[in-house]
């Protein structure tokens, strides 16, 4: 068993560490013009729109109706999971806003601007949690193929996740170092998950359907009141709905291909 635990944790750490190749990506095309930043800004929407969808709600109603959930219970638990998953992230943006109108926020997050951004790169953190929880928990079975096409499905998805971050940092000016560096460390907490679902397996086991869809809903939240209004009122510089719509359907592909 504890070897089994060792594994699963080191395969989320190397899904998480996915989300580097995309800091890397982006990082080796240098800082965007304001146009190229809104394209990359639409296309990290349309991902984190797709990656709520179906890397973590439709995977937290699944687990809920294979633990015995009937599909009205399913389906109102994990709307619930949603809310307040978006409720925690809407506060912590008031939270933000009255630290920073107080002058107690470091200069570099002052501006409404970075403290949008700095919302939306702590949404996709959190929900790498869940994900690598379900990498750790993948490996606790009788299965060990299934746990690897767990990880490899998981970091593929952290690739277009860590381009994300990186396209989101360098539209404020970040170097490529850092951006790259920013992405890799959003997904290198999903070891985290993936050692404290092996930690404590019952119980994560139970508790992953809920941290899925708060997850999910704190992602989404961040999407439709912060990152796409951002991008309309960027309009002078293009439209960002092709991108959102090619972010959306690459991680939809990736979905349904590696789920």
Request: aromatic residues 6%; contains cysteine; hydrophobic residues 60%.
């Amino acid at each position: 068993m504890a070897e089994v635990a060792i594994l699963g944790v080191a395969a989320s750490l190397l899904a998480g560490a996915m989300t580097g190749l995309g800091g890397l990506v982006v990082a080796g095309s240098g800082v965007p013009d304001p146009r190229r930043q809104n394209l990359l800004i639409g296309f990290a929407a349309g991902v984190m729109i797709a990656a709520a969808m179906f890397s973590l709600i439709l995977p937290a109603w699944a687990q809920l109706r294979g633990a015995g959930a009937s599909l009205a219970h399913a389906g109102i638990g994990v709307v619930a999971a949603v809310w307040v998953g978006a409720l925690a992230m809407g506060r912590l943006g008031l939270w933000a806003e009255r630290l920073a109108a107080r002058g107690l926020l470091p200069a570099h997050i002052d501006s409404i601007d970075e403290r949008r951004i700095a919302l939306f790169v702590v949404a996709i953190t959190l929900h790498n949690l869940p994900e690598g929880a379900a990498v750790g928990l993948s490996f606790m079975g009788d299965d060990p193929a299934l746990g690897w096409a767990t990880m490899l499905g998981i970091g593929l998805q952290n690739i277009p996740e860590g381009m994300a971050v990186a396209a989101l940092l360098a539209s404020l000016g970040w170097s490529r170092a850092r951006c790259a560096g920013a992405a890799l460390a959003a997904g290198l907490v999903e070891p985290l998950g993936g050692a404290l679902a092996v930690a404590l397996a019952s119980v994560s086991a139970a508790i992953l359907p809920w941290a899925l869809g708060f997850a999910a809903g704190a992602m989404l939240f961040v999407v439709a009141a912060e990152i796409i209004p951002h991008t309309r009122r960027q309009i002078a510089h293009g439209s960002a709905t092709p991108a959102v719509m090619a972010g959306l359907a690459l991680m939809m592909v990736l979905d349904i291909t590696f789920a």
